[in-house]
């Protein structure tokens, strides 16, 4: 008589009644933590890069914005327009350094008075105009007044002082029209003031005669 024999199915469980995917070992989880670490490394820098260029961009922007109105103000009122840059210490870090950090234009009525066109416009965290000569001529202090605060600001009281510049009713400024007047925006972390700009800035530009603005990025 013939006798049947099955063959015996393989445990899909596998040996020891595991299941079918095993338990990460302590060599495997060390990769996985050293893969995550590598990672980390190289994503929070890039992280930052992108955080401090949309700053500045944001910072172009305004100070592009403010001179713009600037100028159209002076045109259309057919009155001098005035943008002030503040430079004063952050008051909310204790011992910090005075950097060049808001703005603001306005209207020149007479001598002694001056009409605000709008509030301080302040940069950004951690966002600054240079206050290199070099890198920011509309700066350089042997060639534009310095003038101490008089009249209280949000973030400086009268703690602060600023150089300035004016747009003429005719859309041109009082700028020496010989010269190449800009300014440089870049983070403060690469520090105030540079000899040359740091891999991340934007140059804003004024024509002295025409008073129109442009900016230039790398």
Known sequence: ????????????????????????????????????????????????NILHGNQITKAMQQVQDQLSLARQS??????????????????????????????????????????PLGNVQTLPPGVIIDASPTL???????KRVTSQGTVPIPMAATNYSYMAMRFLPNGSTDLVPTANWYLTVHSGLSGDPMASPPPNFVTIQVDPVSGIVVFYRP
């Open 1 to 48: 008589m013939n006798k049947t024999f099955s063959v015996p199915r393989a445990n899909s469980r596998g040996q020891g009644g595991h299941g079918g995917h095993g338990a990460f070992t302590l060599v495997e989880l060390l990769v996985v933590v050293a893969i995550m670490v590598v990672v980390l490394v190289f994503a929070v820098p890039a992280g930052n």
């Open 74 to 115: 002076a045109i259309g009122s057919n009155r001098t327009v005035e943008v002030r840059f503040y430079k004063y210490r952050d008051p909310s870090v204790p011992g910090s350094t005075a950097h060049f950090q808001a703005f603001q234009a306005l209207e020149v009525v007479n001598a002694a008075t001056f009409v």
């Open 136 to 142: 920011s001529s509309l700066l350089d202090p042997s």
